[in-house]
C-alpha cells in the first residue's frame, strides 16, 4: 500500500472507534507502506473530543521529541464535519528499542499494544497499566547537530 492510500482511507471514519478500527485493520501501529515500515502515530479531534497516540504512557509527540522533524506528517479529514488530525510515519528503522507500548486514545477510550522485537500485540487497558512504568526508555534517532544547524541556518 502507497501512504497516499492510507491516509485516504482514514476518511471514511465515522467516530474515533471507527478510526481506530481502520487503523488496526490496516494493521497498526506498525505498517509497510511503499516497502518500508512504520509506527503509526494520529493526533487530532472528533467535533472537538480529542484523540491522540501514547507511547510508553507519555503522548506521542513528547516521546518522539525532535525526531518528529525526520517524521513525515499529513492532515485527514474524515465523513464529518469538524473532524480529522493528522497522521504521522515514523520509520520503524529509526526507533532504537526492541520493546515499548503503544496506545490509540480518546478520553474514555483505547486501543493499547506491546511492540517487542518488530512484532505487535494487542494488550488489555489493565495489561498496559502495568507495564508502561516497567518498559525502556524510548529512544529514536534524533538529528545530528549538524542538521540542526542546517535548519536554524534554512528558518533562521
Do not use: H
Amino acid at each position: 500500500m502507497k501512504v497516499e492510500g492510507f491516509v485516504a482511507s482514514l476518511k471514511n471514519a465515522e467516530t474515533i472507534g471507527g478510526l481506530f478500527k481502520i487503523l488496526q485493520e490496516k494493521g497498526a501501529p506498525l505498517v509497510e507502506l511503499d516497502g518500508q515500515r512504520f509506527l503509526i502515530v494520529v493526533e487530532g479531534d472528533f467535533e472537538g473530543r480529542k484523540f491522540w497516540t501514547e507511547i510508553n504512557g507519555e503522548k506521542a509527540n513528547q516521546a518522539l521529541g525532535d525526531a518528529m522533524l525526520n517524521s513525515s506528517s499529513f492532515p485527514f479529514k474524515c465523513k464529518r464535519p469538524y473532524t480529522g488530525g493528522n497522521v504521522i510515519f515514523v520509520n520503524f528503522d529509526d526507533i532504537e528499542v526492541e520493546k515499548f507500548l503503544v496506545a490509540y486514545r480518546d478520553p474514555d477510550y483505547g486501543i493499547f499494544y506491546l511492540v517487542e522485537n518488530g512484532e505487535a500485540k494487542e494488550i488489555t487497558r489493565e495489561e498496559y497499566e502495568e507495564l508502561k512504568d516497567k518498559m525502556p526508555e524510548f529512544k529514536i534517532k534524533s538529528m545530528s547537530e549538524e542538521q540542526m544547524d542546517m535548519m536554524g541556518a534554512f528558518f533562521g
